[in-house]
Structures are given as C-alpha cells and as structure tokens.
C-alpha cells in the first residue's frame, strides 16, 4: 500500500473530486431510483445504477485503493475515503454492486488467491459483473450456519442441490458468493460448511423472481438442481465455509471498513422529511406547528446527528477506547431502525392522502414515503435481522452470555 | 438558523478532539477511579459535608478548576472541551464535589463580570474557594429569565428579597452568584458568603443523595453597588451559564449511563435463574443492548458538543441535544438497571438505585429532555 499521504495531497485530491461529482453528479433521471441496493427491481433502474458505477469506477472514484494490477488506483486508502465523502455530499446515486465491492471484494482481496483477484476484481468495479450472496435458504435464515444447500465433489466439478432464497440481485448476478454444505461429519453444524465463488449461469440453476411487500421485484428464489459448478469455486478449503461467511458479514455489518468505497444504502433526505410536515395541513395549519409533532421531530433530527457522530467517532481511536467495536457493530441496527421509524412516521404527515399509494396522481411525491417505509424493512431484516444485531451487540462488545 | 437544503447532519457540528482533552481524560479516569470508590461514595452519602476536602484539594492541585479560565486570572487558558472529559469521568464515579458549580460560577464571570470582578473572583476560584449558582425559584420555572427574587437600590448598595433553590454547596461557599431583578432587570449579583447569615440557609433534601443543597433566603441580604455583573451582558452570561451547566450535566450524566450499564453487566453475567445466566434470556439482553446503543449516541452528542462549544449557534445545538439525549440515555439505562437486579434492585443497597437518582436530579437542573428539545425546534425549524 502507498505511504500515507499529506495534508496538501488530500486536499487536492478532494477539490479534484469534488470538481468531478458536481460535475457528473446525474441529476433526477424522471424515475424513482433506489434507495439501497436491494430495491433495484426494473431494467431502467438497474441500467441507470449500471452505468453510474461504471462512470464513477473510469474517473478513479471507486476501489481507488485496491492495487492497479487487479483493476483497482492504488492509491492510499485515505484517498478512497475522501471519495465516498464526496460522493455522498452530491447526493449521488447508490453503487449497484455491493455485494461485489461491498463484501465479496475485500473478502477476495483478504484472502483470495491470486487467480480469484485477477479474475474478479475489475468487473466487479465496472458493474460488468453483477455479484450476489447465497447464504439464506428457505429453512435457515438467521440460522445461517444450518444451511443445508449440498455441494459434492465429483472430479473436477461440484454438484449443487437445494435452494437459496431472498436472493437480492439474483437474477441480475454473474456471479454468487455461495455458502453450502459439503459435510455433515464434523464436531457441529459450522464444521460441514464451505464457501463458493460460484457462476450463476450454469445448467441446473434456476431463479424465480419474488414480488415484495412493496409491489416491486428485487429478490429472487434459486433452486440448483445437479447444478455443475468448476471445483475452482471452491475458496480455501472444504470445511472453511463459516469462518469465510462471518468475515464477509463483518463487512455487510459495517464492522469494517468496505475497502472499495463507494455506498450502498442512501441516508434518508432528513430536510425533506422536516419539508413534508411544512408542507402538510391540520386543522388548517402546518402540521410542523403542532408542538408535539414537532418534538418528535427534533427527536429523529437528534437520532441522525447521533448516527453521523457516531460515524465519525468509530474512527478516533481516543473516543473509543473503552469498547473499540460497539460503534461499528450497532451501525447497522441503528441506522436502519432510524429510518424504519422515521419513514413511518412521516406516513403520518399526510392525512387522508396517506391512503394513497405509488403510482396514484394524488399520492403524495408519488408514494415515494410509504414505498421507502415498505421497503425500510429490508436493512432491518437483510444482512442479519434487528434482533440478531441486538444479539451479536450484547455478545461481542458487552461480553453477555451466549443464549442456548 | 434555517435549514434550506440537503442533509440536516451537514449543518450541524463535527466531532473532534484535541491533545489536552485526551491527556485530560486519561488521568480524570484513573484518578476518579482511585478516589471514589462505590464504598467511599456511600459514606459520604451519610457525611454533612458531602465531599472529601482532601480530593478536593487535590482537584485544586491538578489545576482543574482553571481549565477553562485565561492564563491572565490565573487559569489554564483551554476551553469547556477539555472540562467536560473530567466531569464525565465524575459522574461515572459519582464523584461529588463543587467542581461544576465553580466551573460555571467562572464562566459567568467571564461572560458578564467587569475587569475588577474577574481579578477578584476567579483566581479565588482557580485556587480552590467554593462558588455556586443560585438561580432557581420555588416556581421551578427552567426559564432562567423567570425571575422574582428582586435587589432595591439602597444607600449606596442594594438590598435583596425573594427565595432561591438549589443553591448546589452554598454552605461551604465563598460565592454566591445570584439572579435577581433590578429595575425590572435582570441582573446577576455577587453575594458573599460572609454576608449570608447562617438561618439564611436550609439543607434541602434532594434526591441525589450524594449531592449537597441548600434553599437560600435573600431577604435583607445587602450587596454593594460593586457586586452586580454587567447589566448588557446578563442575558449572555444566563445562556452562558445554561449552556455551560448543560454541557457539564451531559458529560456527567454519560458518565453515569457508562456505569449503571456496566453495573448491570456484571449482574447479567453472574445471576443465575432457572439454571442459566439470566444475562442468556433476550428479555434482559436486548434492553441493555438498547441502553448501550443509547449511551453510545448520547456520548457522540457530548463530545460534539464539547467540542462545538463556543460556536454561535452550532454549539448551542449541540449543547442541547447533548443534555436531551444524556438525558434519554441515563434514564432508560438507569431504569432498566434497578429493574434487572430484581428484588435487590429495589433495595437502597443496589448502586442502580444511585444512578436512577442522579439521573432524576440531573433531569431537573436546568432542564430536561423535553425542554432542550422544544428549545431545539425553535432553532432548527
Ligand atoms: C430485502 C432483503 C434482501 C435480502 N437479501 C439477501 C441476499 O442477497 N442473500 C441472502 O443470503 N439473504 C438475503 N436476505 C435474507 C436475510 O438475510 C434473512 O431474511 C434474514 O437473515 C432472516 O432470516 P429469515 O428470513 O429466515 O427469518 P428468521 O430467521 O426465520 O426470523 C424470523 C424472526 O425471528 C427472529 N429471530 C430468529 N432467530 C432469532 C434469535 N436467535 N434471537 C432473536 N430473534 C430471532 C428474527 O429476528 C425475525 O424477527 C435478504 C432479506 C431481505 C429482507
């Protein structure tokens, strides 16, 4: 990794970029975009998200620390950071490929050989190569180390058998990180399990779209029936699988730093929620005149300059001596409780109007606040569910017993 | 302040810190670890005097009570950032002296008292002699502009009436700044101990029992002409003292959320019901971990208020959201701590008992959640 740089080269480089965002910055395409990348359910969202990440990746913005002979700028990570930031002060879009640069990238660039590098690195910046995460199955979900999906080595291949589920991306994916059982020998359930960099486009497997709470597509069902796979998906060896799985999901987690940039979940426009109660009527007034609502009001605008205090503290060593991981760990359950409840409060803003849905010429900013309720659910539910977070919380940085 | 555009978070102060805050917090750990411990803090729970002049001296000693002051009135020269890490680390051991009290006695001092009254009074208080507040009134109205304790010119000085409450320490004193009316003013004055008769004061009971308080009877109290602060600048110099006593009271109230959850911790892993560490049942588990998320956010929002305090308009935003979420945090901590120790938790022997206290009388000193949050509306919205 390059040497740490200096005051001047950062600020350089963040006028450089920030020249750029302003610049490139894609204003309101004329359709509602994501706000994560689990949403993306239409061809014209996902080609719109297709090409911004390219964009970003070819202006230098985007795995800009990742060594130049995989793809990536090789430049010092600081320099990556100050690229996000920009990125998110222009509001851009989301980046499409979380999955790939968000967790299966830094995972590969830990520990992944040299051939899995030079194979997969660069398409998964230029969203030529679309990655998604076999982990869920229709049994085991929070239970994650109970999968059951069959992997069984036949010469030179794998023959896959089970199913996958609430696979984000999944029809639109290359590529799976894929979690499966080889075994089920061993002192426990984990011990059976191995990791796959498996291609989706391969005889014997099948996806199925599933319609969400939303009305929308964005996950999907994969069966794998005698599906063959090359026994070069297999990363590290049989047996490593949970150990591979857990350290992708300290990525997913934000318990570290996602290495390529970029972001993946949208903050919440918190000034266009405070608008929304301007905006809105009671008994003839602006709602935002009501004390009460306007206390609770005050009370999410705190929550989010917590979040962001938070944020910028989890990186002070100083500030955070006394239990280093819990700002990192509780990130994610936070942030998107925050929003569930705020998105849900703001449905209150809209008296009778809040009946209408997307779509509707009379719902309000085209139903874009009952959609982005509707869909909060997917950060508190993906990647680990509130609950488990609470659980992982109370385990690892308050040192409470494991429950039985 | 109007928020036109793009995300809220953008307007609002940043988080940082500096050297001699670190350096700061480091030895106000070890060295309130060291001197209060919970046995200690117990007996001085029954002491009239309350806090141990030894430790005091020793705060003295360390320069504390100057952090905040100019090097010309015989301080440090630093800022309320580098205080609040030491009153943090006071409320986390439930330390009590009048380190705040003094803290902000100075601060009013500076923000409205003349040339003579600064040389006067802070090298006084940098040096250890006791100065307090009194400016609550039996209408326990937190609008420290509600005032009705009044001072009459007389002679060549004014003599003073009305009641005031919560005069934190006024007996062991050598200053008294208090808020009256003059002329349908308000003014600050500078009262004296020795002018105070003792039947003057009574030793109120609150409900943090480690504190000490006092209801203080102005009548017939005279001061000289000399005594009160600057009349332009009393209405600053009572933002000053409330955001000043807000700063110190979140940074206190953090420390205490840090405890009551670490006591409760201990609890979680050691307590066993029907065969299992009671810490393993979610009902308990997730309520902590609720309590620790809290605390967590409550103390971003202290440090970014230490850091943003001297900023016009920011760092009162900061201010505020501190003591409004220091607030949220401690109570809910300090609540779920007295209920997961069970029958024990109800007992005056379970530390939890402690912490729900101070959190209440934290609540009630110049506002709570509620307050600083209607304050809140008015700046944001
Ligand atoms: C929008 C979306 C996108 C997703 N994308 C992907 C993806 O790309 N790849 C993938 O592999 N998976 C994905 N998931 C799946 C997700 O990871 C699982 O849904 C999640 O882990 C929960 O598993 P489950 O659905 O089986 O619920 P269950 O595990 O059956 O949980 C049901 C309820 O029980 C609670 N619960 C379960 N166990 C415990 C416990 N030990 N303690 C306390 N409460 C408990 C849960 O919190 C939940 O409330 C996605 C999910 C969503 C909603």
Known sequence: ???????????????????????????????????????????????????????????????????????????????????????????????????????????????????????????????????????????????????????????????????????????????????????????????????????????????????????????????????????????????????????????????KVNLAGGYFLKELDAMGVVELARQSQRGGKPLLDDPVMKDRMVDFMMDIQALNLNNQRRRMGPLVQDRPMGLALMNKLARTEMIRELTEFSLSFQGTRGGYYVDDPCAVDNGYWHRSYLNSFSATIGGGTSEIQRNIIAEHVLGLPKGR | MAFSEGNLADHLGALSYSEEQIELMDVATNFCRDRSPIDKVRKLIEDEHGYDPAVWQEIVDLGWLGIAVPEAQGGVGLSMAEVAPIAEQMGRRLLATPFATCTIAAQALLAAGDEAQCAEWLPRIVAGEVATLALTEPHGDWDLGHVEATAKASGDGYVLSGTKQFVV??????????????????????????????????????????????????????IPASALLDAGRSGTALTQIELASALLQAAE?????????????????????????????????????????????????????????????????????????????????ADRAVQFHGGFGFTHDCDAGLYRRSAIWHASQYGDAAWHRAKLADLLF
């Open chain 2, 253 to 333: 109230m953090c420390g205490g959320t840090q405890s009551a959850i670490d006591y409760t911790i201990e609890y979680l892993k050691t307590r066993k019901q029907f065969g299992k560490l009671i810490g393993e049942y979610q009902a308990l588990k997730h309520p902590i971990t609720n309590a620790y998320v809290g605390y967590e956010k409550a103390r971003s929002h202290m440090l970014s208020a230490a850091h943003n305090f001297g900023q016009q308009g920011v760092g009162e935003i900061a201010v505020r959201m501190a003591k409004a979420s220091a607030d949220k945090a401690y109570s809910f901590a």
């Open chain 1, 1 to 255: 990794m390059s040497s740490r740089p200096t005051p001047a080269e950062l600020a350089d480089y963040e006028a450089q970029a920030d020249a750029w965002f302003r610049e490139n910055t894609p204003k309101d395409p004329g359709f509602m975009l994501p706000l994560t990348f689990m949403e993306v359910s239409t061809d014209q969202q996902f080609d719109f998200l297709c090409a911004w990440q390219r964009k970003v990746y070819e202006a230098g913005y985007l795995g800009a620390s990742w060594p130049v002979e995989y793809g990536g700028g090789g430049l010092h990570p600081d320099f990556q950071r100050i690229a996000t930031k920009v990125m998110k002060k222009y509001d851009g879009p989301i980046m499409l490929n979380a999955i790939g640069i968000g967790w299966a990238g830094p995972l590969i660039m830990d520990i992944g050989s040299e051939e899995e590098k030079k194979k997969y690195i660069k398409g998964m910046l230029n969203a030529e190569d679309i990655w998604c995460q076999g982990f869920s199955e229709p049994e085991n979900g929070s239970d994650l180390g109970n999968a059951q999906l069959k992997a069984v080595r036949d010469g030179d291949e794998y023959v896959l058998n089970g199913s996958k589920i609430w696979t984000s991306l999944g029809d639109r994916a290359k590529y799976m990180i894929l979690l499966a059982r080889t075994s089920n020998e061993g002192p426990n359930k984990y011990a059976g399990l191995s990791f796959f960099l498996s291609p989706m486009h391969a005889p014997g497997i099948e996806t199925r779209r599933i319609k969400k709470l939303t009305g929308e597509y964005g996950f999907v069902q994969c069966f794998f029936t005698d599906a063959r796979i090359p026994a070069e998906c297999l990363m590290g060896n049989e047996g490593d699988g949970w150990q591979i799985a857990m350290k992708t999901l300290e990525y997913e987690r934000g318990a």
């Open chain 2, 169 to 222: 320490y006024a007996q062991h004193a050598a200053l008294v700044i208090a808020s009256v009316t003059v002329e349908g003013a308000v003014r600050l004055a500078l009262i004296e101990r020795s002018a105070i008769p003792d039947s003057a004061l009574r030793r109120e009971i609150i409900i943090d029992e480690t504190k000490r308080s006092y209801e203080l009877t102005l009548d017939g109290i005279t």
